[in-house]
């Protein structure tokens, strides 16, 4: 994606009131990967039910409403998805 004269968004996300940042001393840094270009956040070791306390950010399972907020000089956009795991494996 191009961007010009300043036009590239600030891009945030939360679980909760945690911000998801992608920095150091971010939290939720073991759940939440940004892209290079910090326009794609992944959500990884995702489970249903008994997650490790490593991977629970949000409570004993990864059942969650997953808020960004994509902002620059023009505006902002702020969107919200509801993650939901189900306790089945995919099909191959």
């Known amino acids: 994606m191009h961007y010009g004269n300043g ?3 600030n891009v945030g996300g939360w679980v ?3 911000c998801c940042c ?3 001393d971010d939290p939720t840094s ?3 990967r940004w892209s290079d270009d910090r326009l794609t956040m992944s ?3 995702v489970c249903k039910n008994n997650c490790s306390a490593a991977a629970a950010v949000s409570g ?3 059942l969650m409403v997953v808020q960004c907020n994509a902002s620059n000089q023009y505006g902002y956009s702020l969107v919200n998805g509801y993650l939901n795991v189900f306790g089945q494996s ?3």
Do not use: E, R
């Open 43 to 45: 959500v990884v070791d």
């Open 22 to 24: 992608g920095t150091a």
């Open 60 to 62: 004993s399972n990864d």
């Open 16 to 18: 909760g009131a945690l």
């Open 7 to 9: 036009d590239k968004p």
């Open 90 to 92: 995919a099909p191959i």
């Open 30 to 32: 073991n759940k939440f």
